[in-house]
């Protein structure tokens, strides 16, 4: 099957449509691009940089993917890339800037769900299966993992991370890590429960939820100190992979866990 291309899109040359794509009318396709089989680009797309898409993602109505960074650093003369994996949806009016870095990328990975209106800043990591709602912004560096969830109206603050199969709130401010399989919730965020339905949902075991629930009691609830809490779960969950997870991310924050602050007794 050959490509579909609108006769009023525009394909500059040099760039590299694959086999099966749509293109429709008025989408512009910059000289960079790297489209994989089965692409499908709505009315009046646009696609620059030096982007690349895997297959079967789907692009509707003033999607723009790949332009450069709003970072006020940037150089024009440097180089930097858009990577985007396979079967994802892009809804209207997505936004999706290349790295501020030279020949850094920003990255989006497969199966994502970007809905109306959202925002993926430079140098940004979407994992896989990642869902972010409509009018929902990230700054840079900020990385989500697999299968985590952010709910519309929210902003995410610049080199955060939420890991996998997280669950985030809408009209939150997210300014710190939220632990893997956590639900958070509030302005700013804070880390409220486990993500109990999701991992229901996705096929976690009864003595897995047990184990991650147990271990955001202790870094989450508990009054140990960060360190402490984590050595304690280091030694009771030494064989558990979903605590070693949440320890090792626990382990590498830079910016902090959103740990409720202490309410002041009126």
Known sequence: MSEDIHPT??????????????????????????LGRNNVLHTNVVIDGHTTLGD????????????????LKFRREWVSYSLIGSGNVFREYVTVNASSMDGGSTIVGNGCLLLSYSHVAHDC????????????????????GDHAIVNAKTGIVQF????????????????KDILPYCIADG??????????VGLERNGFTADQIKAIQDAYKTIVRSALPLKEALASLSEKYADVPE????????????????RPRKREKS
């Open 56 to 71: 079967g993602n789907e692009l509707f109505s003033f999607a723009c993917i790949g332009k450069i960074s709003q970072d």
């Open 125 to 144: 990591v979407l994992g896989d299966k990642v869902i972010v709602s409509s009018d929902s912004k990230m700054a840079g560096h900020v990385e989500i």
């Open 243 to 258: 605590i070693r997870e949440m320890i090792d991310f626990a382990s590498a924050s830079k910016v902090g866990l959103a």
């Open 9 to 34: 899109a525009i394909i500059e040359p040099g760039a590299e449509i694959g086999e099966g794509c749509r293109i429709g009318a008025y989408c512009c396709i910059g000289p960079h691009v790297r």
């Open 187 to 196: 302005f700013p965020s804070e880390i409220r429960g486990i993500n109990k």
């Open 160 to 175: 955060v991370r939420i890991g996998r199969f997280a669950f985030i709130g809408g009209f939150n401010k997210v300014a």
